[in-house]
Protein backbone atom coordinates (compact mmCIF):
# COMPACT_ATOMS: atom_id res chain seq x y z
CA UNK A 1 0.00 0.00 0.00
CA UNK A 2 1.29 3.17 -0.81
CA UNK A 3 1.29 6.70 0.89
CA UNK A 4 -1.11 9.17 -0.43
CA UNK A 5 -0.26 12.50 -1.91
CA UNK A 6 0.04 14.98 0.63
CA UNK A 7 -2.94 16.68 -0.37
CA UNK A 8 -4.97 13.46 0.30
CA UNK A 9 -4.18 13.46 3.62
CA UNK A 10 -6.88 14.13 5.82
CA UNK A 11 -5.36 12.72 8.95
CA UNK A 12 -2.73 15.40 8.55
CA UNK A 13 -4.76 18.51 7.62
CA UNK A 14 -7.00 17.94 10.90
CA UNK A 15 -4.27 16.99 12.89
CA UNK A 16 -2.60 20.65 11.71
CA UNK A 17 -6.42 22.12 13.28
CA UNK A 18 -7.52 22.64 9.72
CA UNK A 19 -11.69 23.43 9.82
CA UNK A 20 -12.85 21.96 6.18
CA UNK A 21 -15.67 22.06 3.56
CA UNK A 22 -16.39 18.47 2.13
CA UNK A 23 -18.61 18.65 -1.24
CA UNK A 24 -20.37 15.35 -2.53
CA UNK A 25 -19.20 14.14 -6.17
CA UNK A 26 -20.68 11.59 -8.05
CA UNK A 27 -18.48 10.72 -10.45
CA UNK A 28 -14.96 12.09 -11.84
CA UNK A 29 -16.39 15.36 -13.26
CA UNK A 30 -18.04 16.79 -9.89
CA UNK A 31 -15.19 16.06 -8.37
CA UNK A 32 -13.31 18.26 -10.93
CA UNK A 33 -16.02 20.93 -10.38
CA UNK A 34 -15.57 20.78 -6.53
CA UNK A 35 -11.95 20.34 -6.75
CA UNK A 36 -11.90 23.69 -9.04
CA UNK A 37 -14.75 25.83 -7.34
CA UNK A 38 -13.80 29.14 -5.85
CA UNK A 39 -14.85 32.42 -4.38
CA UNK A 40 -12.51 34.78 -5.41
CA UNK A 41 -13.92 37.46 -2.79
CA UNK A 42 -12.70 35.41 0.26
CA UNK A 43 -10.42 33.11 -1.43
CA UNK A 44 -12.73 30.38 0.08
CA UNK A 45 -12.32 26.76 -1.74
CA UNK A 46 -13.85 23.28 -0.92
CA UNK A 47 -10.90 21.11 0.99
CA UNK A 48 -12.07 17.59 -0.19
CA UNK A 49 -14.63 15.51 -1.63
CA UNK A 50 -17.50 13.16 -0.14
CA UNK A 51 -18.05 10.60 -1.87
CA UNK A 52 -22.37 9.83 -1.28
CA UNK A 53 -23.99 7.01 -1.17
CA UNK A 54 -27.55 8.36 -2.17
CA UNK A 55 -26.10 10.01 -4.92
CA UNK A 56 -23.55 7.38 -6.49
CA UNK A 57 -27.09 5.01 -6.64
CA UNK A 58 -28.74 7.74 -7.72
CA UNK A 59 -26.34 8.34 -10.83
CA UNK A 60 -27.00 4.85 -11.46
CA UNK A 61 -31.26 5.43 -11.55
CA UNK A 62 -30.74 2.93 -8.23
CA UNK A 63 -32.56 3.67 -4.34
CA UNK A 64 -30.32 4.30 -1.67
CA UNK A 65 -30.72 1.15 -0.25
CA UNK A 66 -27.06 -0.84 -0.04
CA UNK A 67 -28.16 -2.12 -3.61
CA UNK A 68 -25.04 -1.53 -5.94
CA UNK A 69 -22.42 -4.42 -6.02
CA UNK A 70 -19.38 -3.30 -3.92
CA UNK A 71 -17.34 -3.40 -6.69
CA UNK A 72 -19.16 -1.60 -9.03
CA UNK A 73 -19.15 1.13 -6.17
CA UNK A 74 -15.06 0.70 -5.41
CA UNK A 75 -14.77 1.68 -9.80
CA UNK A 76 -17.15 4.60 -8.96
CA UNK A 77 -15.50 5.75 -6.07
CA UNK A 78 -11.43 5.58 -7.80
CA UNK A 79 -12.86 7.47 -10.53
CA UNK A 80 -13.29 10.33 -7.87
CA UNK A 81 -10.85 9.66 -6.30
CA UNK A 82 -7.96 9.92 -8.96
CA UNK A 83 -9.74 13.07 -10.48
CA UNK A 84 -9.82 14.83 -6.99
CA UNK A 85 -6.30 16.38 -5.70
CA UNK A 86 -8.09 16.58 -2.13
CA UNK A 87 -9.00 14.55 0.74
CA UNK A 88 -12.14 12.33 -0.68
CA UNK A 89 -14.48 10.48 2.40
CA UNK A 90 -16.50 7.99 1.11
CA UNK A 91 -19.76 7.63 2.44
CA UNK A 92 -19.48 3.93 3.40
CA UNK A 93 -23.26 2.94 4.57
CA UNK A 94 -23.47 0.52 7.28
CA UNK A 95 -20.26 -1.93 5.90
CA UNK A 96 -22.21 -4.72 5.57
CA UNK A 97 -20.60 -7.39 6.82
CA UNK A 98 -17.48 -6.89 9.15
CA UNK A 99 -15.64 -8.94 6.44
CA UNK A 100 -17.29 -7.02 3.92
CA UNK A 101 -15.99 -3.95 5.80
CA UNK A 102 -12.59 -5.01 5.70
CA UNK A 103 -12.72 -5.70 2.63
CA UNK A 104 -14.60 -2.42 1.22
CA UNK A 105 -11.38 -0.71 3.62
CA UNK A 106 -8.91 -2.28 2.28
CA UNK A 107 -9.48 -1.26 -1.32
CA UNK A 108 -10.34 1.98 -0.50
CA UNK A 109 -7.07 2.34 1.50
CA UNK A 110 -5.12 0.72 -1.46
CA UNK A 111 -6.66 3.63 -4.16
CA UNK A 112 -5.91 6.66 -1.75
CA UNK A 113 -9.33 7.58 0.09
CA UNK A 114 -8.61 9.47 2.68
CA UNK A 115 -11.64 8.28 4.94
CA UNK A 116 -14.28 6.12 5.28
CA UNK A 117 -17.80 6.58 7.32
CA UNK A 118 -19.74 4.09 8.57
CA UNK A 119 -23.82 4.35 9.52
CA UNK A 120 -24.34 2.40 13.00
CA UNK A 121 -28.09 0.66 11.24
CA UNK A 122 -28.95 -2.70 11.20
CA UNK A 123 -28.26 -3.58 7.52
CA UNK A 124 -29.69 -3.50 4.93
CA UNK A 125 -30.34 0.71 6.35
CA UNK A 126 -32.71 3.25 4.77
CA UNK A 127 -31.70 6.99 3.96
CA UNK A 128 -31.58 8.93 7.21
CA UNK A 129 -34.15 11.56 6.07
CA UNK A 130 -36.48 8.40 5.15
CA UNK A 131 -38.73 8.30 8.67
CA UNK A 132 -39.81 5.06 8.52
CA UNK A 133 -38.95 3.14 11.77
CA UNK A 134 -34.74 2.37 11.40
CA UNK A 135 -32.83 0.06 14.28
CA UNK A 136 -29.71 1.07 15.08
CA UNK A 137 -26.91 -1.82 15.29
CA UNK A 138 -25.90 -2.59 18.69
CA UNK A 139 -23.10 -0.05 19.94
CA UNK A 140 -20.58 -2.93 21.44
CA UNK A 141 -20.95 -4.78 18.36
CA UNK A 142 -20.79 -1.79 15.95
CA UNK A 143 -17.39 -0.70 17.69
CA UNK A 144 -15.82 -4.12 17.29
CA UNK A 145 -16.62 -3.84 13.44
CA UNK A 146 -14.97 -0.75 13.23
CA UNK A 147 -11.99 -1.91 15.54
CA UNK A 148 -12.00 -4.67 12.79
CA UNK A 149 -11.97 -2.49 10.01
CA UNK A 150 -9.24 -0.59 11.37
CA UNK A 151 -6.67 -3.64 12.10
CA UNK A 152 -7.32 -4.53 8.10
CA UNK A 153 -5.44 -1.58 7.12
CA UNK A 154 -2.72 -1.60 9.70
CA UNK A 155 -0.02 1.58 9.74
CA UNK A 156 -2.15 3.18 7.10
CA UNK A 157 -4.02 7.04 7.02
CA UNK A 158 -7.27 6.26 5.59
CA UNK A 159 -9.71 7.24 8.82
CA UNK A 160 -12.45 5.07 9.75
CA UNK A 161 -15.58 7.52 11.47
CA UNK A 162 -18.44 6.45 12.93
CA UNK A 163 -21.91 7.66 11.92
CA UNK A 164 -24.21 8.46 14.55
CA UNK A 165 -28.09 8.39 14.05
CA UNK A 166 -29.54 8.12 17.37
CA UNK A 167 -30.80 12.03 16.33
CA UNK A 168 -32.36 10.76 13.01
CA UNK A 169 -34.59 8.10 14.89
CA UNK A 170 -35.33 9.92 17.85
CA UNK A 171 -33.84 8.02 20.09
CA UNK A 172 -32.07 11.12 21.64
CA UNK A 173 -29.32 13.22 22.70
CA UNK A 174 -28.03 10.78 25.93
CA UNK A 175 -28.66 7.55 23.20
CA UNK A 176 -26.37 9.36 20.81
CA UNK A 177 -23.80 10.69 23.77
CA UNK A 178 -23.61 6.81 25.02
CA UNK A 179 -22.72 5.37 21.28
CA UNK A 180 -20.49 8.34 20.65
CA UNK A 181 -18.49 7.49 24.37
CA UNK A 182 -18.37 3.98 23.20
CA UNK A 183 -17.00 4.54 19.70
CA UNK A 184 -14.25 6.78 20.92
CA UNK A 185 -13.14 4.57 24.04
CA UNK A 186 -12.63 2.01 21.07
CA UNK A 187 -10.60 4.11 19.12
CA UNK A 188 -12.76 5.03 16.10
CA UNK A 189 -10.38 8.40 13.55
CA UNK A 190 -13.89 10.23 14.62
CA UNK A 191 -17.52 10.39 14.46
CA UNK A 192 -20.09 11.97 12.54
CA UNK A 193 -23.24 13.43 14.27
CA UNK A 194 -26.34 13.61 12.09
CA UNK A 195 -29.83 15.47 12.98
CA UNK A 196 -32.85 16.52 10.95
CA UNK A 197 -33.32 19.61 12.91
CA UNK A 198 -34.30 23.14 10.98
CA UNK A 199 -31.10 24.81 13.13
CA UNK A 200 -27.82 23.73 14.40
CA UNK A 201 -29.29 23.32 17.72
CA UNK A 202 -28.59 19.33 18.16
CA UNK A 203 -25.43 19.74 16.57
CA UNK A 204 -24.04 22.33 19.48
CA UNK A 205 -25.09 20.40 22.38
CA UNK A 206 -23.69 17.35 21.40
CA UNK A 207 -20.27 18.36 20.27
CA UNK A 208 -20.10 21.08 23.62
CA UNK A 209 -21.21 17.59 25.31
CA UNK A 210 -19.15 14.95 23.64
CA UNK A 211 -16.29 17.23 24.28
CA UNK A 212 -16.64 17.42 28.32
CA UNK A 213 -16.67 13.12 28.16
CA UNK A 214 -13.17 13.94 27.48
CA UNK A 215 -12.72 12.87 23.71
CA UNK A 216 -10.96 14.76 21.16
CA UNK A 217 -11.66 12.81 17.52
CA UNK A 218 -12.51 14.98 15.35
CA UNK A 219 -16.52 15.90 15.11
CA UNK A 220 -18.38 16.09 11.46
CA UNK A 221 -21.55 16.57 10.32
CA UNK A 222 -23.94 17.34 7.52
CA UNK A 223 -25.98 20.29 7.02
CA UNK A 224 -29.20 18.77 4.91
CA UNK A 225 -32.10 20.28 7.19
CA UNK A 226 -30.48 22.80 8.66
CA UNK A 227 -29.09 24.27 5.24
CA UNK A 228 -29.37 28.07 7.09
CA UNK A 229 -26.43 27.19 9.37
CA UNK A 230 -22.81 28.67 8.20
CA UNK A 231 -20.11 26.58 7.78
CA UNK A 232 -18.26 28.91 10.43
CA UNK A 233 -20.94 28.65 12.84
CA UNK A 234 -20.53 25.33 13.17
CA UNK A 235 -16.80 25.65 13.44
CA UNK A 236 -17.68 27.61 16.12
CA UNK A 237 -19.61 25.10 18.22
CA UNK A 238 -16.61 22.65 17.64
CA UNK A 239 -17.11 20.88 14.31
CA UNK A 240 -14.15 20.02 12.03
CA UNK A 241 -15.43 18.91 9.04
CA UNK A 242 -18.97 20.26 7.20
CA UNK A 243 -20.18 18.30 4.55
CA UNK A 244 -22.23 19.11 1.58
CA UNK A 245 -23.31 15.53 0.86
CA UNK A 246 -26.13 15.47 -2.07
CA UNK A 247 -25.66 19.07 -3.62
CA UNK A 248 -24.37 18.67 -6.62
CA UNK A 249 -26.51 15.60 -7.92
CA UNK A 250 -29.48 17.57 -6.57
CA UNK A 251 -28.57 20.54 -8.52
CA UNK A 252 -27.28 18.40 -11.77
CA UNK A 253 -30.59 16.89 -11.19
CA UNK A 254 -33.34 19.88 -11.27
CA UNK A 255 -31.19 21.56 -14.45
CA UNK A 256 -31.56 18.44 -16.66
CA UNK A 257 -35.55 18.35 -16.01
CA UNK A 258 -35.39 21.88 -16.85
CA UNK A 259 -33.15 21.53 -19.73
CA UNK A 260 -35.31 18.59 -20.96
CA UNK A 261 -38.65 20.19 -20.38
CA UNK A 262 -37.88 23.15 -22.12
CA UNK A 263 -36.34 21.62 -25.63
CA UNK A 264 -39.89 19.77 -25.77
CA UNK A 265 -41.92 22.48 -24.83
CA UNK A 266 -40.15 25.16 -26.93
CA UNK A 267 -39.27 22.72 -29.94
CA UNK A 268 -35.65 23.56 -29.66
CA UNK A 269 -32.97 24.61 -27.34
CA UNK A 270 -32.45 28.40 -27.77
CA UNK A 271 -34.38 28.52 -24.71
CA UNK A 272 -32.24 27.07 -22.89
CA UNK A 273 -29.09 28.10 -23.92
CA UNK A 274 -27.81 30.67 -21.27
CA UNK A 275 -28.49 28.08 -18.33
CA UNK A 276 -26.02 25.64 -19.84
CA UNK A 277 -22.35 25.34 -19.74
CA UNK A 278 -20.67 26.40 -22.69
CA UNK A 279 -19.36 23.37 -24.67
CA UNK A 280 -15.19 25.18 -24.56
CA UNK A 281 -16.23 25.18 -20.35
CA UNK A 282 -17.16 21.46 -20.72
CA UNK A 283 -13.95 21.11 -23.22
CA UNK A 284 -11.45 23.39 -20.85
CA UNK A 285 -12.93 21.70 -17.49
CA UNK A 286 -12.42 17.63 -18.59
CA UNK A 287 -9.03 18.87 -20.01
CA UNK A 288 -9.52 18.41 -23.80
CA UNK A 289 -8.32 22.31 -24.09
CA UNK A 290 -5.40 21.52 -22.76
CA UNK A 291 -4.57 18.33 -24.47
CA UNK A 292 -5.08 19.17 -28.08
CA UNK A 293 -2.57 22.26 -27.40
CA UNK A 294 0.22 19.52 -25.84
CA UNK A 295 -1.05 17.51 -29.26
CA UNK A 296 0.25 20.71 -31.05
CA UNK A 297 2.94 20.98 -29.23
CA UNK A 298 4.29 17.92 -29.88
CA UNK A 299 3.35 18.02 -33.90
CA UNK A 300 5.91 21.12 -33.72
CA UNK A 301 8.50 19.27 -32.14
CA UNK A 302 8.34 16.17 -34.64
CA UNK A 303 8.48 18.69 -37.54
CA UNK A 304 11.45 20.50 -36.16
CA UNK A 305 13.09 16.96 -34.99
CA UNK A 306 12.54 15.63 -38.93
CA UNK A 307 13.94 19.42 -40.15
CA UNK A 308 16.79 19.00 -38.14
CA UNK A 309 17.12 15.25 -39.27
CA UNK A 310 17.21 16.17 -42.73
CA UNK A 311 19.60 19.55 -42.06
CA UNK A 312 22.32 16.75 -40.27
CA UNK A 313 22.22 14.59 -43.05
Not at 22 to 35: G, Q, R
Not at 60 to 86: F, G, H, Y
Not at 116 to 127: D, G, Q
Not at 191 to 220: N, W, Y
Request: proline share 4%; charged share 25%; glycine share 4%.
Amino acid sequence: MHPYPPLKSLRRLLAEGRHMRFMEAHNALSATIANEALDPASARQFDGVWASSLTLTAASALPDLEMTVVDNRLDAIREIVEASRKPVIVDGDTGGSTSALRYFCRKLARMGAAAVIVEEKAHIKLNSLDDTAQPLADPIEFAVKLGAAREAIPNHDLMVIARLESLMVRAGMDDALARADIYARSGVDGVMIHSKHKDASEIAEFCSRFRTLGHRQPIFCVPTTYHVAHAETLFAHGVQGVIYANHQLRAAHHAMKLACASILVNDRSTEIELALSSTKQLFDEVGYTAEVEAIAEIDRRIVAARRDSTAAA
